[in-house]
């Protein structure tokens, strides 16, 4: 069995936010190219897949929301969805192919076509809200394919976000269940302003939302004591079946949004102990879904440090 796949399309380079934003097509085009220059590009599984549909949307979104967006955005062409969030004419269709990109990577892993894999997308997902966009995020790419694993019968979903924001659609998502575990590193306070210690979830929700908010000038010291004092002792109590990875790479010290002081390597370190949490309880089931990254030089160093774990960890 080829070990890890990779959902990529070129729908995502169209997805023009304008020159200055830093949520760019150049940040695929600098990982694609990283990543053909390995030495294992050719053996990662280059998936083709569909976008997904208001079904799947409306999984995680209202309908009203879905609705507003399918019918507004082909009308208007160009806008905003918010300050930081705009849209052009091939937006939508790469926001769609996006949470398609996970909901194949889900499919082929439940399949055992293969272990791993990673969605290469843009618009990026975690801030996405059920009923708006945010943050760069139009849907909610990893809530939405974890609520799909959910109704394959997966039992227990751990989502890790390391991206230096926190992931607060996400959390909202999932804030009152006890299925989806939802664990956040990142910068704080920071935007978007949540992702305080003590949002823990609600009703029987409560303890499955573990927000590690770290200061400003982490870096990988600060990181791996987190790791191994409060994210390892968390999984090993939820014995999750499947991990999902919110990878964003703007903690690397390079980052020109983020305040954090983390080498490339720490992503090969966490992306470590992912895979062998993943061996220990998960059948090595991970999905990695891209969110932020704006160095592009370090996006794509980061990237490929973490695809390399995907693909060379002993499963
Ligand atoms: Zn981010």
Same mark, same amino acid.
């Given at each position: ?6 959902? &990529? ?23 694609? #190219? ?43 062409? &160009? ?57 760069? *995020?139009?849907? #909610? ?33 999932? &804030?009152?269940?006890?299925? /989806?575990?939802? *664990? ?82 720490? !992503? ?15 059948? #090595?089931?991970?999905?990695?879904? @891209?969110?932020?990254? !704006?160095? @592009? #030089?370090?996006?794509?160093?980061? /990237? ?8 060379? !960890?002993?499963?």
């Amino acid at each position: 069995m080829n070990q890890t796949a990779i959902a &990529y399309s070129n729908i995502f380079l169209e997805h023009n936010t304008g020159s200055s934003h830093p949520e760019s097509s150049e940040r695929l085009k600098f990982i694609l #190219n990283k990543l053909k220059s390995t030495s294992y590009f050719k053996d990662l599984v280059l998936l083709s897949f569909e976008q997904a549909s208001p079904t799947h949307l409306e999984m995680i979104h209202t309908k009203t929301y879905v609705k507003s967006i399918l019918e507004e955005l082909p009308k208007l062409q &160009y806008g905003y969805l918010d300050g930081d969030t705009p849209f052009s004419p091939k937006s939508l269709d790469a926001s769609l192919y996006a949470v398609g990109a996970g909901l194949k990577l889900a499919d082929e892993i439940l399949a055992r076509n293969v272990q791993n894999g990673i969605a290469l997308v843009r618009p990026p997902g975690h801030h996405a809200e059920q009923d708006h966009a945010m943050g760069f *995020c139009i849907f #909610n790419n990893i809530a939405i394919t974890a609520e799909y694993l959910i109704q394959k019968g997966i039992q227990k979903v751990f989502i890790l976000d390391w991206d230096v924001h926190h992931g607060n659609g996400t959390q909202n998502a999932f &804030y009152h269940r006890k299925d /989806v575990f939802f *664990c956040s590193l990142h910068q704080f306070p920071f935007y978007p302003g949540t992702g305080a210690s003590h949002e823990r979830g609600i009703k029987e929700g409560l303890g499955y939302t573990l927000n590690i908010p770290l200061p400003r000038g982490s870096g990988f010291f600060e990181y791996e004591k987190a790791f191994h004092e409060i994210v390892i002792p968390a999984i090993d109590e939820f014995q999750p079946e499947f991990f999902l990875i919110s990878a964003g790479f703007d903690a690397h010290t390079k980052d020109p949004l983020g305040g954090m002081e983390l080498p490339t390597s720490a !992503y090969e370190k966490f992306s470590e102990i992912i895979l062998q949490k993943a061996k220990e309880f998960a059948e #090595n089931r991970v999905i990695s879904f @891209l969110e932020g990254g !704006y160095n @592009l #030089n370090a996006l794509a160093d980061s /990237v490929e440090a973490h695809i390399s774990v995907l693909h060379d !960890y002993p499963v």
